[in-house]
């Protein structure tokens, strides 16, 4: 037991029970939720890297009219890779990261629900991307969209393996994501610290919350969509194929009813994150919990009424346009109360403008600018004008990059000391904030003028005589720009994660949970479990942190509460290390890839996936296995 | 930071079973998406329905037997699976053994009459779109059973070795029960859809 013990027996205690040891084979089967969420952040941002990197090739290729870098077969490989890369292996994958490494801190506990499904996501994301960007290198990567649009994608136009490679990554990415979309509600449902009642649970939590909520409801469509397309190109099923009653719009209606979501499964836990650095940096209780709270879900449930804004011109009945154009408007109130939520905590506030807040504001800037455009898209006549063009490239990374990326570069900046117990370069901080928001405003704003001039989206190359050449040049010149202030941000991480300064507990002087204990935190999270009685428990008590005593050392041991009061209900063995689901991710990764070229291989492979769980499920007869 | 303990946890019990498991939600969080996946699929059935000029398109409606027989050898179970659930929550060790054997012959029993429905329903998968949504929902459905089947098959198992009398393997136990319900649960408006809707 926990108590009767000084700090330095406890903590030594402790490190045995949870610490995973050293070497590959332990780093292979470790469940640490911070070890797997570490790897989780680097690897999506190795993929933001390489999804860069394309989009620089692209522009590269438009900076001039009939440029000849990329040919048309190459250059549409490039736009679907930079899109698939940036929202399935990016965006997904490193907010979800976010919350693997956050979540279990923010409410207080030793470990994510279901640790060894922790671990076999991260393999299983792992393996999606290799199969990508191993095509990508072999010049057979996908080259129908991020969206893969039947009939292009279908058997009679989409050649080769291209689409069925894209349609198995997809694959990867849905398992992944809703393994880990379980973990987060089973987590903050069920093993909050003692205390942490509903009306105690921090932002960021909540807003991760209702994010795998939209993932558990979401993710069936896309895993519906990439698993009949993969059937209608090797066993000749006819979802998809209007001559024998199937249909090409059902794949966009399928598509869609994941794919706007999916925007809200990216900025929900950046509003998180939003929440928490204005709270923190503003020096005060956020305003508006409540309405933020009641924001987020309403956001979470209308995510799901816009899917048809993205099909306005292919020729549905008025009156569901209708409808949809008045659900897409809607989703800005709850966007609208965020907004002055935060607003109103900064003005009532004494805000320091520390680099993470200054990524907030930039994030405001944008977001408004994205949220505005998206209302004028959301209009039926306007959206028909400016379809499928550069207007619309305009209006969604103003969303995305503005709605996630500014608000996670803040985040980094802001936990970056949590996770590795060092401080980035506030000077650094800023030049990267700097060139990023100005790069990204004079790479993106011109491309709003673009779509207005007729400039379609998706081409690999465009006429002299058009009036495109002058603005075309001016964004990629002003791309650059974007690209040096992410360089200034890779080289600060680099130098703070080797030779920063020591960040010490709690260096910005926050209020939530992660901050009560040591950066980086130890592998058992907090010495003893915390007890909350406020939602901003270090701002409450800032000297003492009220505990539990009474819990098991000797194993991993968690505190199981109840859903709405947090009241203590159980103490739960975490599971230990293992490495079956290092193997059971390879089982599948083998499967799904070997069923891109036979169906056969999904009935042979499922054997050596069975074996992978049974050896996972098993206990290992250790003395909480036995009675 | 100074700690203070106020909250002494060591009278609690070492697992929790239903709500208060973790394993619990996760099951059910697991059955959410499932669920969401079963509810899209009808959907597109409808959806291709409402497309087709006739249904099912160039076929007659399926043959009622094979799929009526599986429903009711599901409906069979409801009553077993709820008794091992009790047992499981009473710790009732031997009734547990007994009665997962049981639930295992009846998990397996549905997968004979299941072979039949394919040929029941009069189409092929690839012959058009009708052929390849009902094939689909049979297919995710057996795929549902096989799996809780081998899930159960294995639970079996390990209650027969001296893991099994642990309170959290019979948690497992239940949640292994309250599956296998949903199993039945999702199967009845497939069941309507497959052979009723047809011959509206």
């Known amino acids: 037991m926990d108590d009767g013990l000084d700090d330095a027996e406890l903590e030594r205690h402790l490190r045995q029970s949870w610490e995973t040891p050293r070497g590959i084979w332990n780093a292979l089967a470790t469940v640490d939720h911070k070890i797997i969420a570490r790897r989780y952040i680097v690897t999506a941002f190795i993929f933001l890297i390489l999804g860069g990197l394309l989009a620089v090739a ?208 990216i900025f929900l836990p950046a509003a998180g994150m939003v929440s928490t650095i204005v709270a923190t940096f503003s020096r005060r209780a956020i305003f508006g919990y409540l309405p933020l709270v009641m924001a987020f879900i309403a956001t979470g449930i209308l995510a799901f009424g816009l899917w048809v804004h993205h099909m306005f011109v292919v020729g549905l009945p008025r009156l569901g346009e209708s409808f949809f154009t008045a659900s897409s408007m809607a989703i800005a109130v709850p966007a609208g109360i965020q907004i002055f939520c935060w607003l109103a905590t900064l003005w009532l506030g004494r805000p320091v403008f520390a680099t993470p807040l200054l990524f907030v504001i930039g994030f405001i800037v944008t977001f408004v600018i994205g949220g505005l455009t998206g209302v004028m898209v959301a209009s039926v006549p306007f959206d028909t004008q400016v379809h499928d063009t550069y207007f619309v490239v305009a209006h969604f990374h103003y969303v995305l990059v503005g709605g996630a990326v500014f608000p996670l570069l803040g985040a980094i900046y802001y936990w970056f000391p949590k996770m590795t117990g060092r401080m980035m370069s506030e000077r650094l901080g800023r030049w990267a904030f700097g060139l990023i928001f100005v790069g990204f405003n004079l790479t993106f704003f011109p491309m709003h003028i673009l779509g207005l001039l007729g400039m379609p989206r998706r081409v690999y190359t465009y006429q002299p005589d058009l009036p495109w050449g002058g603005l075309n040049l001016f964004i990629s010149l002003s791309a650059l720009l974007l690209v040096s202030g992410f360089l200034v941000f890779v080289i600060d991480v680099v130098r703070a994660w080797r030779s920063g300064p020591q960040a010490g507990p709690n260096p910005w002087k926050a209020a939530t949970l992660e901050w009560a204990t040591s950066s980086p935190p130890p592998a058992y999270n907090f010495r003893r479990i915390p007890v909350v009685d406020a939602s901003d428990p270090l701002w409450m008590h800032p000297e003492e942190l009220a505990v539990t005593a009474g819990q098991r050392v000797d194993r991993r041991e968690l505190i199981v509460s109840s859903v709405v009061e947090a009241l203590p209900e159980a103490r739960e063995s975490s599971p230990r290390d293992s490495i079956w689901p290092f193997w059971a991710a390879i089982a599948t990764s083998i499967m799904l890839i070997g069923s891109i070229f036979t169906p056969w291989a999904v009935v042979w492979g499922s054997i050596p996936i069975a074996v992978c769980l049974i050896g996972w499920f098993w206990p290992k007869g250790t003395a909480e296995d036995i009675s | 930071m100074k700690e203070r303990a106020v909250l002494d946890v060591s009278k609690l019990p070492l697992h929790g079973l239903s709500t208060a498991s973790p394993t619990w939600w996760g099951t059910c969080a697991f059955m959410l998406i499932e669920g969401s996946g079963f509810a899209l699929a009808i959907a597109i059935y409808f959806y291709l329905l409402s497309l087709a000029p006739n249904w099912p398109i160039d076929a007659p409606p399926p043959d009622l037997f094979p799929g009526t027989m599986l429903t009711l050898l599901l409906l069979a179970s409801i009553v077993p699976n709820i008794l091992v659930s009790r047992w499981a929550t009473a710790r009732a060790l031997a009734k547990v053994r007994i009665g997962l054997i049981v639930m295992t012959l009846l998990e397996a029993a549905p997968l004979a009459p299941r072979i039949f429905e394919f040929p029941a329903m009069h189409v092929s998968w690839d012959e058009n779109a009708y052929g390849s949504i009902v094939w689909t929902l049979l297919g995710l459905h057996t795929a549902h059973v096989i799996t809780d089947l081998i899930d159960t098959l294995v639970l079996t198992c390990l209650m027969f070795t001296r893991y099994g009398d642990n309170t959290r393997r019979y948690g497992d136990v239940e949640d292994n029960c309250l599956y296998w319900n949903f199993v039945i649960v999702t199967w009845l408006p497939l069941y309507v859809c497959l052979y009723w809707v047809p011959r509206l």
């Open chain 1, 58 to 265: 692209m522009r590269i290729q438009l900076a001039r009219p009939e440029a000849r870098i990329l040919d048309p077969d190459r250059y549409n490989q490039i736009f679907t890779m930079h899109g698939s890369t940036m929202m399935f292996l990016f965006a997904v994958p490193v907010m979800e990261a976010m919350a693997i490494y956050l979540v279990p801190l923010m409410v207080g506990t030793r470990n994510i629900a279901f640790p060894r499904l922790n671990a076999f996501s991260y393999w299983i994301i792992l393996a999606g991307g290799l199969l990508l960007w191993i095509s990508f290198a072999l010049d057979a990567a996908p080259d129908v969209g991020w969206f893969a649009y039947v009939p292009l994608s279908g058997p009679e136009y989409g050649s080769g393996k291209r689409a069925d490679i894209w349609a198995q990554m997809i694959t990867f990415t849905e398992l992944s994501a809703l393994a880990v979309a379980v973990e987060i509600v089973v987590t903050v449902f069920k093993q909050r610290a003692p205390g942490m009642s509903l009306d105690r649970i921090p932002l960021l939590v909540w807003s991760m919350l209702v994010m795998a909520f939209i993932v558990i409801m979401a993710m069936p469509a896309i895993m519906f969509a990439s698993s009949t397309l993969i059937l209608d190109r090797l066993v000749e099923t006819q979802f998809y194929n209007p001559a024998a009653g199937g249909d090409a719009l059902l794949w966009q209606h399928v598509f869609w009813f994941f794919g706007h979501p999916e925007v809200y499964i």
